[in-house]
């Protein structure tokens, strides 16, 4: 128990490093390559890939073992991808 409380203490930031281990397993026990109650949720909360729903489940998880009461649609806005980065500015033909 000892190393998972380690494991877990990392920092938002990188969790990342979670992706192909621990989020691998999320994404195949819950089945998110499928199409099931999960995958449907995080459809409709804006989440289409396997790989980005890992993030949010993992950050979830984190926090209710940290004993917090966790609010899935929160936890995809905090550790889900980031924004993509806004269009570059268009320049006025001369």
Do not use: C
């Not at 999320?26 to 499928?34: A, D, K, M, S, Y």
């Not at 729903?53 to 966790?70: K, R």
């Amino acid at each position: 128990m000892r190393q998972s409380k380690s494991y877990f203490a990392l920092p938002q930031e990188q969790y990342i490093q979670m992706h192909f281990g621990l989020g691998m397993a999320v994404r195949n026990r819950f089945g998110l390559w499928q199409d099931n109650e999960i995958t449907q949720f995080f459809r409709q909360n804006g989440v289409d890939h396997p790989d980005d729903m890992s993030m949010p489940f993992i950050g979830g998880f984190v926090e209710y073992l940290q004993g917090h009461n966790v609010d899935m649609v929160k936890a995809i806005e905090t550790y889900g991808l980031p924004p993509p980065p806004p269009p570059p500015p268009t320049t006025d033909p001369e």
